[in-house]
Protein backbone atom coordinates (compact mmCIF):
# COMPACT_ATOMS: atom_id res chain seq x y z
CA UNK A 1 0.00 0.00 0.00
CA UNK A 2 1.76 3.11 -0.93
CA UNK A 3 1.55 6.13 1.75
CA UNK A 4 0.19 9.27 0.59
CA UNK A 5 1.95 12.56 1.73
CA UNK A 6 0.74 15.85 1.60
CA UNK A 7 2.52 18.75 -0.55
CA UNK A 8 2.89 15.89 -2.96
CA UNK A 9 6.09 14.64 -1.74
CA UNK A 10 6.93 11.25 -3.94
CA UNK A 11 8.12 8.49 -1.85
CA UNK A 12 11.47 8.57 -3.35
CA UNK A 13 11.67 11.89 -2.21
CA UNK A 14 10.15 11.78 1.42
CA UNK A 15 12.36 8.87 2.27
CA UNK A 16 15.49 11.21 1.46
CA UNK A 17 14.28 13.72 3.30
CA UNK A 18 14.14 10.95 6.29
CA UNK A 19 17.68 9.47 6.00
CA UNK A 20 18.67 13.09 5.93
CA UNK A 21 17.16 13.81 9.02
CA UNK A 22 18.46 11.15 10.74
CA UNK A 23 21.82 12.18 9.61
CA UNK A 24 21.20 15.39 11.06
CA UNK A 25 21.47 17.72 8.36
CA UNK A 26 19.73 21.22 8.86
CA UNK A 27 16.23 21.43 7.70
CA UNK A 28 17.99 24.60 5.31
CA UNK A 29 20.28 22.18 3.50
CA UNK A 30 17.91 19.76 3.13
CA UNK A 31 16.09 22.05 1.39
CA UNK A 32 18.27 23.52 -0.62
CA UNK A 33 19.87 20.29 -1.40
CA UNK A 34 16.55 18.42 -2.58
CA UNK A 35 15.27 22.01 -3.98
CA UNK A 36 12.35 22.09 -1.69
CA UNK A 37 10.82 24.87 -0.09
CA UNK A 38 11.51 24.60 3.38
CA UNK A 39 8.27 25.23 4.85
CA UNK A 40 7.50 22.05 3.21
CA UNK A 41 10.75 19.93 4.89
CA UNK A 42 9.44 21.74 8.54
CA UNK A 43 6.34 19.73 7.56
CA UNK A 44 7.64 16.53 7.08
CA UNK A 45 9.89 16.58 9.70
CA UNK A 46 6.76 17.95 12.27
CA UNK A 47 5.18 14.52 10.71
CA UNK A 48 8.17 12.03 11.23
CA UNK A 49 8.13 13.25 14.63
CA UNK A 50 4.34 12.31 15.25
CA UNK A 51 4.70 9.24 13.13
CA UNK A 52 7.77 8.09 15.19
CA UNK A 53 6.18 8.75 18.65
CA UNK A 54 3.49 6.98 17.81
CA UNK A 55 5.23 3.97 16.87
CA UNK A 56 7.33 4.04 20.32
CA UNK A 57 4.36 2.61 21.62
CA UNK A 58 3.74 -0.08 19.26
CA UNK A 59 4.40 -3.55 19.31
CA UNK A 60 7.14 -4.23 16.15
CA UNK A 61 5.33 -7.26 13.76
CA UNK A 62 7.42 -10.32 13.47
CA UNK A 63 9.61 -9.87 10.53
CA UNK A 64 9.46 -6.03 10.79
CA UNK A 65 13.25 -6.13 11.54
CA UNK A 66 14.95 -2.85 9.63
CA UNK A 67 16.37 -3.33 6.14
CA UNK A 68 16.88 0.01 4.51
CA UNK A 69 20.48 0.32 6.35
CA UNK A 70 21.78 -2.41 3.79
CA UNK A 71 19.78 -1.30 1.04
CA UNK A 72 21.27 0.18 -1.81
CA UNK A 73 21.25 4.60 -2.15
CA UNK A 74 22.69 7.83 -3.08
CA UNK A 75 22.25 11.06 -1.27
CA UNK A 76 23.82 14.37 -2.66
CA UNK A 77 23.88 17.22 -0.13
CA UNK A 78 24.67 20.58 -1.84
CA UNK A 79 26.81 22.68 -0.09
CA UNK A 80 27.31 26.49 -1.35
CA UNK A 81 30.44 28.29 -0.01
CA UNK A 82 31.77 31.54 -1.26
CA UNK A 83 33.33 30.89 -4.35
CA UNK A 84 32.60 27.76 -5.25
CA UNK A 85 30.27 24.94 -4.53
CA UNK A 86 30.20 20.92 -2.86
CA UNK A 87 28.20 18.34 -3.80
CA UNK A 88 28.37 15.55 -1.26
CA UNK A 89 27.68 12.21 -1.96
CA UNK A 90 26.64 9.68 0.53
CA UNK A 91 25.87 5.85 -0.95
CA UNK A 92 26.75 4.03 -4.07
CA UNK A 93 27.52 5.27 -6.87
CA UNK A 94 25.53 2.14 -8.82
CA UNK A 95 23.93 2.16 -12.12
CA UNK A 96 20.35 3.12 -10.27
CA UNK A 97 21.82 6.26 -9.42
CA UNK A 98 23.90 7.90 -12.62
CA UNK A 99 20.53 9.64 -13.59
CA UNK A 100 20.17 10.91 -10.06
CA UNK A 101 23.96 12.08 -9.93
CA UNK A 102 23.74 13.59 -13.86
CA UNK A 103 20.59 15.73 -12.25
CA UNK A 104 22.58 17.42 -10.01
CA UNK A 105 25.83 17.88 -11.69
CA UNK A 106 23.76 19.93 -14.00
CA UNK A 107 21.84 21.89 -11.56
CA UNK A 108 25.12 23.29 -10.77
CA UNK A 109 25.66 24.46 -13.87
CA UNK A 110 22.47 26.76 -13.85
CA UNK A 111 23.90 28.31 -10.87
CA UNK A 112 26.53 31.07 -10.09
CA UNK A 113 29.77 28.73 -9.21
CA UNK A 114 32.69 28.56 -11.80
CA UNK A 115 34.10 25.65 -9.58
CA UNK A 116 32.29 22.50 -7.90
CA UNK A 117 34.08 19.88 -5.62
CA UNK A 118 32.04 16.12 -5.84
CA UNK A 119 33.27 14.98 -2.28
CA UNK A 120 33.49 11.46 -2.66
CA UNK A 121 34.59 10.10 0.97
CA UNK A 122 31.29 8.66 2.29
CA UNK A 123 30.95 6.69 -1.62
CA UNK A 124 31.10 3.54 -0.59
CA UNK A 125 30.73 1.54 -4.43
CA UNK A 126 31.66 3.42 -8.31
CA UNK A 127 30.14 1.36 -11.82
CA UNK A 128 31.81 2.25 -15.06
CA UNK A 129 28.60 4.08 -16.15
CA UNK A 130 28.51 6.80 -13.27
CA UNK A 131 32.25 6.65 -13.68
CA UNK A 132 31.13 8.10 -17.33
CA UNK A 133 29.24 10.59 -16.55
CA UNK A 134 31.93 11.92 -13.98
CA UNK A 135 34.20 12.04 -17.05
CA UNK A 136 31.68 13.79 -19.58
CA UNK A 137 30.92 16.42 -16.34
CA UNK A 138 34.31 17.66 -16.61
CA UNK A 139 34.28 18.37 -20.45
CA UNK A 140 31.10 19.78 -20.05
CA UNK A 141 32.38 22.13 -17.23
CA UNK A 142 35.58 22.61 -19.07
CA UNK A 143 34.30 23.45 -22.22
CA UNK A 144 32.02 26.06 -20.27
CA UNK A 145 35.50 27.71 -18.66
CA UNK A 146 34.37 26.28 -15.11
CA UNK A 147 36.14 23.46 -13.09
CA UNK A 148 35.15 21.11 -11.63
CA UNK A 149 37.00 18.15 -9.43
CA UNK A 150 36.74 15.16 -7.10
CA UNK A 151 37.20 15.96 -3.21
CA UNK A 152 38.50 13.27 -0.75
CA UNK A 153 37.27 9.33 -2.88
CA UNK A 154 36.81 6.98 -0.32
CA UNK A 155 39.21 3.87 0.05
CA UNK A 156 36.52 1.56 -1.71
CA UNK A 157 36.48 3.60 -4.65
CA UNK A 158 40.35 3.90 -5.42
CA UNK A 159 40.62 1.17 -7.51
CA UNK A 160 37.70 1.97 -9.40
CA UNK A 161 39.21 5.20 -9.80
CA UNK A 162 42.33 3.67 -11.86
CA UNK A 163 40.51 1.39 -13.60
CA UNK A 164 37.93 4.33 -15.26
CA UNK A 165 40.65 6.58 -15.78
CA UNK A 166 39.13 9.19 -13.61
CA UNK A 167 42.64 10.25 -11.58
CA UNK A 168 44.09 10.97 -14.62
CA UNK A 169 41.23 12.83 -16.68
CA UNK A 170 40.23 14.40 -13.02
CA UNK A 171 42.06 16.84 -10.85
CA UNK A 172 41.27 14.71 -7.00
CA UNK A 173 42.44 16.21 -4.10
CA UNK A 174 42.64 15.61 -0.41
CA UNK A 175 41.22 18.99 0.90
CA UNK A 176 38.67 21.63 0.31
CA UNK A 177 41.64 24.29 0.89
CA UNK A 178 43.81 22.27 -1.99
CA UNK A 179 41.06 22.49 -4.11
CA UNK A 180 39.70 26.22 -3.44
CA UNK A 181 43.93 27.43 -4.40
CA UNK A 182 43.98 25.29 -7.41
CA UNK A 183 40.39 26.25 -8.84
CA UNK A 184 41.53 29.74 -8.11
CA UNK A 185 44.60 30.12 -9.16
CA UNK A 186 46.11 32.82 -11.58
CA UNK A 187 48.15 29.81 -13.24
CA UNK A 188 45.16 27.78 -13.97
CA UNK A 189 45.07 27.22 -17.87
CA UNK A 190 43.24 23.76 -18.00
CA UNK A 191 42.56 20.89 -16.03
CA UNK A 192 45.76 19.46 -14.41
CA UNK A 193 45.79 15.40 -15.39
CA UNK A 194 47.37 14.57 -12.22
CA UNK A 195 46.10 13.28 -8.68
CA UNK A 196 46.71 16.26 -5.91
CA UNK A 197 46.10 15.35 -2.41
CA UNK A 198 46.67 18.84 -1.13
CA UNK A 199 47.40 19.55 3.06
CA UNK A 200 44.77 20.84 5.43
Not at 13 to 41: E, F, G, M, N, V
Not at 71 to 81: G, Q, T
Request: aromatic fraction near 8%; include cysteine; charged fraction near 25%.
Amino acid sequence: MTVKHRHDESDEIYHRIYRLIKRQISPHIIAATLHLPLRTILGVINRLERTESLLEHQQPYPGDAETSNSSEFLDIYFYPKTRYAILDLVGSLSDSYTGLLQDEIQKTLALKWKAVAIKMSAIHFLCETAAGVLLSSKDTFATLGRYLALLDPSPEIESALGTYNIENEIPIFGTERAFEEAAFSKKRQRYPHHRNQGAA
